[in-house]
């Protein structure tokens, strides 16, 4: 399914973009170490259901019911889970991430099992249904969302998280752990030649879309080691990620090829992720008199032009009384205990006043091209 990106370690290269048809417990021990860069997961929930579930019309609920839920008891599913978590946690790079999904009847058993297991919990993030399935027997509260566990591979991992792009997807604000989404419902929801569901639990493309583009850079692996009918396979594809599933369905995994081969990647312009200042790279006072953006003996201003600076040739400013970098003079002269100098300080160019964090924007552009 098109070029491996070579960032990809050789070994793992034969399972990028395939399925693997087995145990998950099996599978995951063919996968080589330290060679994905995120996990998604999308357990059994376990939801120890006795017996059919009715409506008030007695007419029977559509519920999960299927083998791979049922577990003979809590033990059996905590070291099933202890299992699979292990081997994600082998198989991730150094700076990897997981999401592990569920409801109130497994997160709480997993989360404590992913921090046992020396993962790094960053956030539980709350999906909220828009359109839950209603309470029907009137006992509980409607059950309204499912929960994601966000965990690094390790404490010191430095994981991927783009908190720029997310807060311009959220309106300039900063994405809060509350997500309200749909169900998967409508064309999206994938049937069978009878119209029934193909699957009980098939989330919704929009939750993965929002996973990937905030955890995962274009060329990531993706594992998701309870594939299903392939949302993770779906959406990495059309994001221009890589994945690697495991599904031990037969029907599933039919239904996932031939979802994710009707997938058309979206180009290389639309998957540019915007950055965050601290993740361009660092470009000192110095390199701009370097460059002759701005030459030494020239004289910066305050956006009022009411204090002037001079500029020497090794990259500091002077000012009355004092020296020093563009920042410590621009706190100095504002009696503040900090200043962005980037953003205060101003030169004369063509007879208008332009911060000097432009000439600075302009040297990473032309760093950008050489790279």
Not at 49 to 58: A, E, I, S, V
Not at 174 to 184: I, V
Not at 234 to 257: N, P, S, T, W
Not at 287 to 309: H, M, Y
């Amino acid at each position: 399914m098109g070029f491996v990106d070579q960032t990809v370690q050789q070994d793992v290269r034969p399972l990028i973009d395939r399925i693997l048809v087995g145990d998950c417990l099996m599978e995951l021990k063919k996968i080589p170490s330290a060679s994905v860069d995120l996990v998604f997961a999308d357990p059994p929930y376990n939801l120890q259901l006795n017996g059919d579930l009715t409506r008030p019309d007695q007419s029977r609920v559509d519920a999960v019911d299927d083998e791979w839920d049922k577990f003979s008891d809590f033990a059996s599913y905590d070291s099933f889970t202890r299992a699979w978590l292990a081997e994600c946690r082998r198989i991730l790079k150094p700076n990897g991430a997981i999401w592990v999904i569920g409801s109130y009847h497994n997160i709480f058993r997993v989360g404590t099992i992913i921090q046992d297991l020396g993962y790094w919990v960053l956030n539980d993030v709350v999906w909220r249904k828009v359109n839950p399935m209603p309470n029907f027997r009137g006992r509980r509260f409607t059950n309204a969302h499912e929960t994601l566990i966000w965990a690094s591979r390790e404490q010191k991992s430095k994981y991927c998280f783009h908190y720029e792009a997310m807060k311009i997807f959220n309106d300039d604000l900063q994405m809060r752990s509350d997500w309200t989404l749909p169900l998967c419902t409508g064309a999206e929801r994938l049937k069978d030649g009878k119209g029934q569901k193909v699957h009980p639990t098939q989330k919704p493309e929009a939750l993965l879309q929002r996973v990937m583009l905030a955890t995962t850079n274009a060329g990531d692996v993706v594992l998701d080691p309870f594939f299903g009918t392939g949302t993770t396979g779906a959406v990495a594809k059309q994001l221009g990620r890589r994945f690697i599933g495991i599904e031990r369905d037969e029907g599933y995994v039919h239904a996932a090829r031939e979802r994710i081969s009707g997938v058309t990647p979206l180009p290389d312009e639309a998957l540019k992720t915007t950055t965050s200042k601290r993740a361009e790279p660092r470009i000192p006072f110095g390199n701009l008199i370097e460059r002759g953006l701005v030459k030494a003996g020239e004289t910066l201003f305050d956006p009022s032009t009411r204090i002037a600076a001079n500029v020497r040739a090794d990259g500091s400013i002077a000012c009355k009384d004092n020296s020093g970098s563009i920042h410590k003079i621009g706190a100095h002269v504002q009696g503040a205990e900090a200043c962005n100098g980037w953003t205060f300080w101003h030169v004369r160019r063509g007879g208008n006043l332009v911060p000097i964090d432009i000439l600075r924007q302009q040297l990473r552009a032309e760093m950008a091209k050489v790279a």
